[in-house]
C-alpha cells in the first residue's frame, strides 16, 4: 500500500494542489507494480514555518516522498521512483 506524500513551502502562492495530486497519482497507478489503484494514498500539505538554507532570500521548496512497504525489487522501486 503505497503512500504519497508531498509537502511544498506556503510561499508558492497558486499552487495547484489538485491538479499536482492528480497527475502524480496517474503516474503512479501507471506503474504495473500497482495492483491495484486503490492501493495508492496520497495527500498534500503545504508547510507553514520552514527555511531553505540560511540566505534571507526568498525561497520555496516542493517535496514527494514515496513510502513503499519492503519486499519490492530493485527494479520496481526505480520505476516508481521515476515516476
Known amino acids: 500500500m503505497p503512500h504519497l506524500i508531498v509537502e511544498y513551502s506556503r510561499n508558492l502562492a497558486g499552487f495547484p494542489e489538485a491538479q499536482a495530486l492528480t497527475e502524480l497519482n496517474a503516474a503512479v497507478c501507471a506503474s504495473p507494480e500497482l495492483a491495484d489503484e486503490a492501493d495508492l494514498k496520497s495527500r498534500i500539505t503545504a508547510v507553514p514555518q520552514f527555511e531553505v538554507g ?19 525489487t530493485p527494479e520496481a522501486k526505480k520505476d516508481l521512483s521515476e515516476r
Open 54 to 72: 540560511t540566505a534571507p532570500a526568498h525561497r520555496a521548496f516542493v517535496h514527494a516522498q514515496l513510502r513503499l512497504l519492503s519486499g519490492r
